[in-house]
């Protein structure tokens, strides 16, 4: 087994996570596995409880494990199937180390830091390892933070059992351009470096974030200054187009052919054809198509980060451009639908919290009356209940019990088995299901298929009281999940496309394979626009 660490320095969000996900992307095209894995510093158990302004989106996997947006990169950018061994944070190392002391595993000895702190970090670099050829691990956070030391630590002994062959280090740094200078400035990522060998870690290649191209003089300088060879100082350049183009810019940067040197693997033949031809249906699409995104979270835009990948996705299997207006349902609350206007289609996509769940009502309806293709996902399926129940169905106080607790009419119920959790963190509905598609559904149409697995993460859903008055009314229940019976896709076939679900298909969707759902709505926005 192999494994790679990527580490990053000077300032956060560098795109670690979009490096580790390109790297998986091109070890894949030289016909190697690989499994990628984050470890996070901070000391929630896992990202479930954060708030979407504090982390960004909250992405699911199959197993039902809340982890990191990052791992979303990865599972986009590779083939790899991946599970809460493969999300680690300080909050669950810590846990664990814990409970074991409680239980009397350590014999009575005195717990610290090194060597069980240590030992439980580097049981899960092992863990998370599954049948691969190599591991690639993230460790979030900056170098010099407080909370990241038992994680570097860890490496440091990680690389002395496993064997120096056998692992490699990479460190992502910021090189930045002083416009009033006209300077590129080294310092900062040799500062970083220092720090990083200070805890015994000697980083065999350097990535380099810069906004412009890196001189051969730089690169000898950055050489120079933090130990590493010339040929593995990358430059990673702000991309132009897409974060698509990744793998291929360091592909051109040699990365790949480094990584194999280093770790002692044969270098193959590397088959870039899929991502070439990704890249050419972004670079040249036939026509763009507008598509209002009615959020809630929307001062953050990794807050519907896997929502927006999966419409450009829609866009590749299109050959179209799609262009996401982002539109605060408080907006619209406020000032009326006249923003919607103008869009070849209305996304609403999921969330929790009564705070402007009138606007995403609001859309709903605007695309109902106006026929434009609607897509609603989670609570986005949700509000579209709502609007249809109050206004076709005539149920004019119909509402969720999640926003209104005295309404007599809650077409929207909490799950049964959720009424007596009293624990936040891990316990909605999470994970993959299975949903039987009904025969005559659009749904049943576009996947192609009578059973589809997606994954959830929700606790309220479609109350089954008002099954038989919303169906009398022209809705179509075009799914329900095969052991319990939940309602997880409704439609309305008087309109040309909408399409609303419990699930979460962007967490499924990548660019060599686009959603089904994702890639019609935005097939039938590109058809609606005549282009």
Not at 377 to 386: H, V
Request: proline share 4%.
């Amino acid at each position: 087994m192999k494994y790679v660490f990527i580490t990053g320095g000077v300032v956060s969000s560098l795109g670690k996570g979009l490096t580790a996900g390109a790297l998986g992307a091109l070890l894949e095209a030289h016909g190697y596995g690989v499994i990628l894995q984050k470890f996070d510093p901070y000391l929630n158990v896992d990202p479930g409880t954060m708030s979407p302004f504090q982390h960004g989106e909250v992405y699911v996997l199959d197993d039902g494990a809340e982890t990191d947006l990052d791992l979303g990169h990865y599972e986009r950018f590779t083939h790899s199937k991946l599970s809460r061994n493969n999300s680690i944070s300080s909050g669950k190392i810590y846990s664990s180390v814990i409970r074991k002391e409680r239980r009397g595993d350590y014999l009575g000895k005195t717990v610290q830091v090194i060597p069980h702190v240590t030992d439980e970090i580097k049981a899960c670099f092992r863990a998370g390892a599954g049948n691969c050829d190599v591991v690639i691990t993230e460790i979030g956070g900056t170098v010099g933070d407080i909370e990241s030391l038992p994680f570097l630590e860890s490496m440091r002994q990680f690389a002395l059992e496993e064997g120096k062959e056998n692992v490699l280090f990479i460190h992502m740094t910021l090189v930045p351009y002083l416009h009033a200078a006209g300077e590129v400035k080294s310092k900062p990522s040799q500062q970083s470096v220092a720090k990083l060998r200070e805890i015994g870690v000697q980083p065999d290649v350097l990535v380099c974030r810069t906004e412009v191209h890196l001189s051969r003089e730089i690169r000898q300088k950055l050489s120079m200054f933090c130990n590493v060879e010339e040929k593995s100082v990358i430059e990673e350049k702000d991309l132009e187009l897409s974060i698509y183009e990744l793998p291929g810019a360091l592909h051109g940067e040699g990365l790949d052919d480094i990584v194999l040197s280093k770790l002692h693997l044969r270098n193959t033949p590397c088959d870039m054809s899929i991502w070439e031809n990704i890249i050419d249906r972004l670079k040249n699409p036939e026509c763009a198509v507008k598509i209002g995104l009615i959020g809630k979270y929307n001062d953050l835009r990794d807050a519907y980060k896997s929502v927006n990948e999966a419409l450009t996705h829609g866009g590749i299997a299109n050959n179209c451009t799609v262009e996401v207006v982002s539109i605060d349902s408080e907006d619209i609350e406020k000032n009326g639908v006249s923003c919607l206007e103008n869009l070849n289609g209305i996304l609403v996509p999921g969330g929790f919290g009564n705070r402007g769940i009138e606007g995403k009502i609001l859309a709903a309806k605007f695309a109902r009356e106006n026929d434009v293709p609607y897509f609603g996902i989670c609570l986005g399926m949700q509000t579209a209940l709502i609007e249809f129940a109050r206004n076709v169905a005539k149920i004019p106080d119909a509402n969720s019990e999640e926003f209104c607790a005295d309404s007599g009419s809650h077409v929207v119920c909490m799950i049964n088995s959720q009424k007596t959790i009293a624990e936040k963190g891990g316990t909605m509905r999470l994970g993959a299901y299975d949903c039987l598609l009904s025969k005559n559904s659009l749904a049943r149409k576009v996947y192609g298929s009578e059973i589809v697995r997606e994954r959830h993460r929700h606790r309220y859903e479609f109350n089954p009281k008002f099954d038989a008055m919303l169906v009398d009314s022209g809705l179509v229940i075009a799914g329900k999940n095969t052991d319990t019976g939940l309602v997880e896709i409704i439609e309305n076939p008087n309109l040309t496309w909408f399409v609303a679900v419990q699930f979460h298909p962007e967490f499924l969707s990548k660019p060599m394979k686009p959603h089904p759902l994702f890639a019609d709505f935005i097939k039938i926005a590109k058809k609606t626009k005549n282009c």
